[in-house]
């Protein structure tokens, strides 16, 4: 995949994954959600290559979006753990 197709592939899962993980949204912006997603498919990725699960391969593959949602969530829920309660 090129840069443009990962950078596309972030924002959409990172912005998945912020609709699917319950609780108050952080003020990131669309740098953030894509961050968030483009970080979350690498981790994704390790995670599946390293279980033998799954990779990631072509833009339009189903499992590639999965397996980038799936690590945008747990990256989120990671993030979530590490900052704590936010104050008010």
């Given at each position: 995949?090129?840069?443009v197709a990962w950078i596309l592939l972030g924002l959409l899962a990172g912005t998945i994954a912020r609709a699917l993980?319950?609780?108050p949204t952080?003020?990131?912006?669309c740098i953030?959600?894509?961050a968030v997603?483009?970080?979350g498919a690498l981790?994704?990725?390790l995670i599946a290559s390293a279980l033998d699960v799954?990779?990631?391969r072509h833009f339009f593959d189903l499992e590639t979006?999965?397996?980038a949602i799936a690590g945008s969530v747990v990256l989120l829920l990671l993030v979530r753990l590490v900052s704590g309660p936010r104050r008010p």
């Open positions: 995949m090129g840069i993980v319950p609780g952080e003020p990131s912006g953030g959600t894509t997603g483009i970080l981790i994704g990725g799954g990779e990631i979006w999965l397996i």
